[in-house]
């Protein structure tokens, strides 16, 4: 797991439970929840990447404690990240080959570099022509894409799809004139990001992030 997530847990009583506390390898995560539902938002980032223990005790108003079996998990978030822009790359051309060099190839005639517009104040990238509503680009040694800003130049909403292969496709829907930042909350370091806008080469991208 990555990112912030829900722990939920079910107690019940022959008279009324006045309290769970959740646990993480043993310790308290978090505040006693007196009152159903007995959930908890938490931030996984708190906690360090590797196995854990989660869990939750239960007592009712007698003083009575149950503690439910651990279940394991894995913590598994982004550790040092780099940021890709186009400021650096010329403005008005085709985005062919490597970019940066040795980091991402982003194919032929597949991207095009536009100069700022709309809500992009600095270059951003789009599908090379109308028509095109999917396109990839490869990391040149497996990584992980951990989020990528959106922009909607057009004029209907559009669905943005990005998949990567051992990790969950993630879709984004993004209004007209909305500038988003989409995070994949993927855990598996990948090559080839398959990008798909229902709305073409109105959609601009930028700052893509990895590690």
């Given at each position: 797991m990555s990112g912030p997530v829900t722990v939920s847990a079910a107690a019940s009583d022959d008279v009324r439970v006045v309290g769970v506390q959740f646990l993480l390898d043993g310790n308290n995560l978090?505040?006693?929840?007196t009152t159903a539902p007995?959930?908890?938002?938490?931030?996984s980032v708190t906690a360090?990447?590797?196995?854990?223990a989660l869990s939750a005790r239960a007592r009712d108003a007698a003083g009575n404690v149950a503690t439910a079996t651990a279940v394991n998990i894995t913590v598994n978030n982004?550790?040092?990240?780099?940021t890709i822009d186009?400021?650096?790359?010329q403005a008005n051309?085709?985005?062919?080959?490597?970019?940066p060099t040795g980091v991402v190839d982003w194919g032929t005639n597949v991207w095009w570099v536009a100069s700022p517009w709309g809500q992009f104040t600095t270059n951003s990238i789009s599908f090379n022509r109308a028509g095109i509503t999917s396109g990839s680009f490869t990391f040149v040694s497996p990584k992980r894409l951990v989020s990528i800003k959106a922009y909607n130049g057009g004029t209907s909403a559009t669905t943005i799809t990005l998949t990567c292969a051992g990790n969950a496709t993630v879709t984004q829907s993004v209004s007209v004139a909305q500038l988003v930042t989409i995070s994949t909350g993927w855990t598996v370091a990948c090559s080839t990001v398959m990008v798909g806008s229902s709305?073409?080469?109105d959609?601009?991208?930028?700052d893509v992030t990895y590690n």
């Amino acid at each position: 797991m990555s990112g912030p997530v829900t722990v939920s847990a079910a107690a019940s009583d022959d008279v009324r439970v006045v309290g769970v506390q959740f646990l993480l390898d043993g310790n308290n995560l978090g505040t006693e929840v007196t009152t159903a539902p007995y959930s908890l938002n938490w931030d996984s980032v708190t906690a360090a990447n590797g196995p854990h223990a989660l869990s939750a005790r239960a007592r009712d108003a007698a003083g009575n404690v149950a503690t439910a079996t651990a279940v394991n998990i894995t913590v598994n978030n982004p550790v040092g990240t780099t940021t890709i822009d186009f400021n650096a790359h010329q403005a008005n051309v085709n985005l062919n080959g490597q970019y940066p060099t040795g980091v991402v190839d982003w194919g032929t005639n597949v991207w095009w570099v536009a100069s700022p517009w709309g809500q992009f104040t600095t270059n951003s990238i789009s599908f090379n022509r109308a028509g095109i509503t999917s396109g990839s680009f490869t990391f040149v040694s497996p990584k992980r894409l951990v989020s990528i800003k959106a922009y909607n130049g057009g004029t209907s909403a559009t669905t943005i799809t990005l998949t990567c292969a051992g990790n969950a496709t993630v879709t984004q829907s993004v209004s007209v004139a909305q500038l988003v930042t989409i995070s994949t909350g993927w855990t598996v370091a990948c090559s080839t990001v398959m990008v798909g806008s229902s709305n073409g080469w109105d959609t601009n991208l930028d700052d893509v992030t990895y590690n």
